[in-house]
């Protein structure tokens, strides 16, 4: 009977590739197969998206979710904000770089609509006073409500990158956030990463339609080569808000 369950096992992955568009893409470029995480706040507060709904939602204790918002935004992953219960950050995947990071358009949500910050991002946070820290892939910056572009805060260039994890960390230590703001808000703590002399490999990604593949260069140092050294921890106090 072995011939049969491989016959069964096909037939189930046909059905599947039939009905839902699976493929090597919507495994390993689109992680469209991989369970979505959201956050507790307070012990308390349980916030989600449902993805075919659209919808925003919020359990408060036991019973029924508390419908927040529905609207066209795919909810990638959620921020939420240690002061004020009643605001989070929405991130909208644009692009995905790795395994756990993406750059997206981030929504800061408060009063019951989200409001599109300008850019895209890796990571945000909520400062208690409503303002916002975001980093993209190299630096930090902080928005704040009626301003167009955010303030830059940190100077990073080159092969330096403040505020998030590049390939190496990511993968071996399963964090890309890599700042936190102080429970007062007047302070963030960051690391910085310097890939200057570490090795680059080149990855291939073949495209439907595409003669030739199209190469993606990072950071990758092997057993025995120079890896991207941590740099120093770092922190600077934010200006009043005004």
């Not at 919507?26 to 916030?47: K, Q, T, V």
């Not at 009643?86 to 770089?97: K, N, P, Q, Y």
């Not at 208690?128 to 830059?152: C, F, I, M």
């Not at 990855?203 to 950071?219: I, K, W």
């Amino acid at each position: 009977m072995p011939g049969y369950g491989y016959a069964v096992c096909w037939g189930v992955l046909t059905l599947l590739y039939a009905q839902s568009g699976l493929s090597l893409s919507a495994i390993w470029r689109e992680y469209r197969y991989i369970p979505r995480e959201y956050e507790f706040y307070g012990g308390e507060h349980f916030w989600g998206y449902d993805e075919e709904r659209g919808v925003l939602y919020r359990f408060r204790g036991p019973g029924e979710a508390e419908t927040l918002w529905r609207g066209p935004i795919r909810v990638g992953k959620i921020g939420l904000s240690r002061a004020n219960p009643d605001e989070t950050l929405l991130f909208e995947e644009v692009e995905r770089l790795y395994r756990r990071s993406a750059r997206y358009r981030v929504y800061l949500f408060s009063q019951g609509q989200p409001a599109a910050i300008p850019g895209l991002y890796q990571e945000g946070e909520i400062l208690p006073d409503g303002r916002v820290v975001l980093a993209d892939s190299q630096n930090l910056y902080l928005w704040s409500r009626g301003h167009t572009a955010p303030e830059k805060l940190t100077s990073a260039g080159a092969s330096i990158r403040a505020g998030t994890t590049d390939w190496l960390y990511e993968e071996e230590f399963g964090f890309t956030k890599a700042f936190s703001v102080s429970p007062s808000g007047t302070c963030v703590a960051y690391l910085t990463f310097d890939n200057g002399e570490t090795p680059h490999w080149s990855l291939a990604y073949y495209e439907a339609g595409s003669v030739y593949p199209r190469q993606h260069t990072f950071p990758y140092p092997k057993v025995g080569q120079k890896k991207s050294p941590r740099g120093p921890s770092s922190s600077f106090p934010y200006r009043p808000h005004r």
